[in-house]
């Protein structure tokens, strides 16, 4: 059943190449704005050759402090993470670090929307998971439990999402069905 | 007048430390939830030697495609840019890029806040110019009209910040007593 929604299937694509081109989709039709944050490199020297462009001869990448992805839709204020597995049975949960838990519980405080995009790389599943469901199992793991999330867990209290063509994975709509605030 | 203002000045701390100290005292206090964001860099060469962090070779400053700071407020999204000048009549508009004008039109399509600080760096003074007021500006320009903002003019339209002890720029105050929303 869960298969039947892979009609648009991945082709290749990373899940940030996809997740990049939704939202750019969203821009260009004025739906959400939302960037993938640069990824957090420590520079450590710097060439600035004359007549040309400075060049990094040294840098490092730092571990982030916050999520991938956020922006604004509709007013509100939307914050995620976007991670793949190989595992057909669960999602580690080191996938994730704790500042970014952290980080996450923090936007909710403040009223934002966060939650993370999972995506099950051999069979080609995406599913959106509420932030408040990821604390749940985070917790689970602090407290001696499983250091994953099972797939049936996934499936029972997260929401599939299907391919589509454009924009490829419609987060966007999944959050407006759930209306997450 | 304006500089009673200044009496927790600088003492040589840049713009964007003073904001990063702002922005950790709100995260800290749970007020907000802002972050700058990382510099965006082009990687071109990687090198993993083993048993130690892979290290940048090879890299170079890209254009920022949007702006510096963004995040979550008491449910509102807050997106802004930083800038210094070390002229003391007018603000350069050369300071902005084009794209960085039509991100933040977009954001206030989808219903955000966003603003630019500007530092006036001989005087060691900080003001608060929303969105709507830079677009003015930026329009007289592309109209033919002058490339900066009078300093007169953002004395007029803008909101002066007095420096703080902590936080040092407390723009979330400013924005709440405008009611920006
Ligand atoms: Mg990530
Ligand atoms: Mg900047």
Redesign the interface.
Known sequence: KLNKQNSYSNRGMTLEEDLNETNLYY?TH?I??I?K?????Q?VNVDYPSRS?????????RQA??TDY????????I?FEAKETRSNSSFPLSNFHEHQIE?MK??V????ITFVILRFATTDEIFLLEGKILFFYWERMMNGGRKSIKKDEIIQNGHQIPYGLHPRIDYIKKIQELNL?
């Open positions: 821009r004025n959400a704005v960037h944050k640069p990824i957090p490199i520079i462009a400075a060049v990094i001869k040294e840098a490092y990448f402090s916050t956020n922006g604004v839709w509709n007013g509100k204020y914050d980080h923090s936007v405080q403040q009223g934002g605030l």
